[in-house]
């Protein structure tokens, strides 16, 4: 635990830290939205290839998160553990990203090779940054509640990051395509990759970390291990998140197929997107308020009630409006922001929970652990989504058979419902009820730590 840290951050340490989720943002949305479209539609790959690409790419790439969360945890700079890697980790990554939008001369094989290589590497390089940086969650306040309020700056920079995105990508292609798509997917990368890596500079200099009294003696890989193996908190955390993710996933890559071959109507899909977006800015400060009043695990299982109603609607009605279909879209957001930020909300309480059962904290590790995780989890979202698009009988740039549509509408029910119900059904397990974070955190202040048992029945929700 923090040696002499005030729980409570300043507005403007809160704002320049969680900025760095305005860089993030105008990578990750770029890469869950349009990716799948831009090898299906732009380059020309088969559903079924685009989705192993994005599968194997999320699978390779997810061990790289616990192995930077060891690294990291283990590094001693003057400037702290962490953030030498937002400072120094900009630009490749930057770069990588702009690697991932270049059509090469290649084709066959070759092409496919080349776009699985520059995959894997953006998700390395994403990986350097993003896991150091969300640890920091953990090592700038322990309390929960500060926690989520920047849970909550977070999802706005996010937000409003995922607006600019939602908006510009479609325009801005066409703009510096010049009827050329993948020179124009290439030229937004460039420009979104020039304004991210500005940023993190400036999210390293807002904030200093916190000295600890384990900052003098790193943990080995080993007692990571055991840290998190007793961490039950944790594990449920990461599997009824995962689960859903895996789910939900097939929601946001169905918007731009959805309206450009059933709704025959490809340019209100950035409406949707827009609006999407949009409706994170006063959910971030609705799902602080909710975890508050009614606890973080009701605050889940509300917002899979929320998401499960929607589909319910959705699989009844045949939806033939655009602007209804921009309902339904931004409707199940309310869902999906909110699993999203209470993800980010309860994973670093399950650190002081580790550390409670195990006296071991290791903040980066865990959150590298689970990063690992969601990447193979969306790794599986997108995989199974591409693999029964192609099965369902979709092929890119011409019309789809009634068949097809009504495949594509199945596949965005029955997955992300799926995804709700098993999610939820292991969050009913989660320990850390109402009050019991606190009461660990006091304990772990005073150094007083009552054998675990002591309170495994404390705090309801």
């Given at each position: ?9 300043s507005l403007t340490r809160k704002a320049g830290f969680t900025l760095a989720d305005f860089a993030c943002n105008l990578y990750w949305p770029s890469l869950t939205i349009f990716l799948l479209y831009y090898y299906t539609d732009v380059i020309g790959i088969s559903a079924a ?77 994403y990986t350097l940054v993003t896991i150091p940086y969300t640890a920091l969650t953990a090592r700038l306040t322990p309390s929960s509640s500060e926690r989520s309020a920047i849970t909550g700056f977070r999802q706005v920079w996010g937000t409003l990051a995922g607006m600019v ?297």
């Amino acid at each position: 635990m923090a040696a002499a840290t005030s729980d409570r951050l300043s507005l403007t340490r809160k704002a320049g830290f969680t900025l760095a989720d305005f860089a993030c943002n105008l990578y990750w949305p770029s890469l869950t939205i349009f990716l799948l479209y831009y090898y299906t539609d732009v380059i020309g790959i088969s559903a079924a290839a685009a989705g192993l690409i994005y599968m194997i790419a999320s699978i390779v790439d997810a061990p790289m998160d616990p192995l930077v969360g060891v690294i990291s945890d283990r590094t001693r700079t003057r400037w702290g553990r962490y953030r030498p890697y937002i400072l120094f980790g900009a630009a490749p990554l930057g770069l990588a990203f702009v690697l991932l939008y270049y059509r090469p001369p290649l084709v066959g094989v070759g092409l496919l090779v080349w776009l699985l290589a520059a995959h894997i590497i953006f998700r390395a390089g994403y990986t350097l940054v993003t896991i150091p940086y969300t640890a920091l969650t953990a090592r700038l306040t322990p309390s929960s509640s500060e926690r989520s309020a920047i849970t909550g700056f977070r999802q706005v920079w996010g937000t409003l990051a995922g607006m600019v995105v939602a908006v510009s990508v479609l325009p801005l292609v066409k703009a510096f395509g010049a009827g050329e798509a993948a020179r124009g997917f290439f030229w937004v990368a460039v420009l979104f990759a020039c304004i991210a890596t500005a940023i993190f500079p400036i999210v390293f200099l807002s904030i200093r970390e916190p000295r600890t009294a384990d900052d003098t003696r790193p943990l080995s890989a080993i007692d990571c291990l055991r840290s998190l193996s007793r961490n039950r908190a944790f594990w449920i955390v990461i599997v009824g998140s995962t689960v859903s993710v895996a789910g939900t996933t097939a929601l946001g890559k169905s918007v731009l197929y959805y309206f450009q071959y059933d709704l025959h109507d490809a340019a209100s899909a950035r409406w949707a997107l827009l609006a999407m977006a949009a409706i994170g800015l006063p959910l971030a400060p609705a799902w602080v308020f909710a975890t508050r009043a009614i606890g973080k695990r009701a605050c889940w299982f509300s917002a899979t009630a929320i998401g499960l109603v929607g589909l319910a609607i959705f699989a009844l009605v045949d939806v033939k409006s655009v602007g209804m279909m921009i309902v339904f879209f931004t409707y199940v957001q309310v869902c999906l922001s909110g699993l999203n930020f209470l993800f980010w909300s309860m994973l670093p309480d399950t650190v002081e929970y580790g550390e409670w059962r195990t006296g071991l904290r290791a903040e980066s590790f865990l959150f590298g652990f689970a990063q690992f995780f969601l990447k193979v989890a969306v790794g599986i979202g997108v995989g199974a989504f591409g693999v029964a698009f192609g099965l369902v009988g979709y092929h890119a740039n011409v019309t789809q058979s009634p068949q097809t549509l009504h495949g594509l509408k199945m596949i965005m029910v029955a997955f992300p419902a799926t995804g709700l119900v098993l999610g939820a059904a292991v969050m009913a397990f989660y320990p850390l009820g109402r009050g019991m974070h606190e009461t660990i955190v006091r304990e772990l202040e005073g150094r007083v730590l009552e054998p675990p048992e002591a309170l495994s029945a404390g705090g309801i929700d």
